[in-house]
């Protein structure tokens, strides 16, 4: 099924996409996964909650939120499993049908999944990380790949979100340095931004690129703070990945989040089908586009380096020359998003720069 057919499938009472909804209640710490039950009937939800929850964080969160909720709620699990990504949503949208609120625990892809199942049914949506890896967490945007690269559609912001620090801080390292690339790559995707607002007046919010790279600049400057496995990293990372989230939901696009870094990433989504994560990919794309853009590539780099994330393709196993590919094919991704990769890149100049800035 095609993006367009996701969107056929929402059948509405009203139009919410232009509206500015933000989560009523984040929770983030040590062990809150356990105030899930409290959270639900702070928010009066309903009798019945639909878990959607993938392979491996099912284990390790979401038979946990199950057991929880299972003592006041008729609880029905969702595995997000593979396959066509529209199918599952399709299928998950049949499932939230048959529950009152819906309950996303698992990375971005997870959440993601969740929050456009609870979109499309008008069902409220509760957003349980389990890890720090992505600024999808508190957004009402969701990212899902199709043939011609990601879209980005309008989902159900999180009416809460339950963060526990110690889930969060005993993933891999590998996923929370991703979510601070994440938000790194928000330096160059207002630049984007603005770049585009200059060149072809695109609107922009004031208030959303402002949240949008105060979240960065914080984190940059705590960088030195990000360890392994560190429940006090877990909460920097998560406060701002939930900051930037806002930041979209301000918005109403990914825009403040997402530039040329972010369509590299989209690009090597398809080149490079199973290299890298997503904060990964764009925290890399992040150095050539604030080269481009004039700004301090280095310490983009150098930040990411403090923090554990790669910052060649090398360092997520691609190869220099389908760095090139997806730097210029990057620019047909959403072609109506204007980006620094805009501005005249050749394959040469492309050859030139991967060659540049991605040495050790
Ligand atoms: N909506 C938005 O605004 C945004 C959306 N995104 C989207 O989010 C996705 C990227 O998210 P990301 O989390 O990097 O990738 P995934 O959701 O694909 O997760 C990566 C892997 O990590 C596993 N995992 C998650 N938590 C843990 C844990 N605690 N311990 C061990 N393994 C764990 C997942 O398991 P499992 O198999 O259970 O899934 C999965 O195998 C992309 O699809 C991207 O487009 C990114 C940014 C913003
Ligand atoms: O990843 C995002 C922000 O970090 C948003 O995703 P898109 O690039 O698909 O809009
Ligand atoms: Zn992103």
Known sequence: MSADGINLLRAKVFDKSKWMQLPRDVVIGHGVIEQIPAVCEDLSLGDSALVITGDKTRDIAGKRVEALLAASYDVTTFAAGGGDPFETIKKAEAAAAEAAF?????????????????????????????????????????????ADGNVSLAAEPPV?????????????????????????????????????????????????????????????????????????????????????????????????????????????????????????????????TMYLHGGDWRGIRDSLKKVGAPTTPAGIGVDDETAVEALLAARTIRPERFTILDMGLTRESARDLVKMLYRE
């Open 102 to 146: 819906v309950i996303g625990v698992g990375g971005g892809r997870v959440i993601d999944m969740a929050k456009i199942a609870s979109y499309n049914t008008d069902r409220h949506f509760i957003s349980v990380p389990t890890a720090a890896s992505h600024d999808g967490i508190a957004s009402s945007r969701a990212s899902v790949p199709t």
């Open 160 to 288: 809460a979100v339950i963060a526990d620090t110690a889930v969060i801080a005993s993933a891999p390292h590998r996923l929370l340095a991703a979510g601070c690339a994440d938000i790194m790559a928000n330096y160059t995707a207002i630049l984007d931004w603005e770049l585009s607002h200059r060149l072809r007046g695109e609107p922009l919010s004031e208030y959303a690129l402002t949240l949008s790279r105060m979240t960065a600049e914080i984190l940059f400057k705590n960088a030195d703070l990000i360890k392994p496995h560190s429940e006090e990293s877990a909460w920097i990372v998560t406060k701002a990945l939930v900051s930037s989230g806002v930041a979209m939901s301000i918005a109403g696009s990914s825009r403040p989040g997402s530039g040329g870094e972010h369509k590299f990433s989209h690009a090597l989504d398809r080149l490079a089908p199973e290299k890298g994560l997503h904060g990964e990919k764009c925290g890399i794309g992040a150095i050539i």
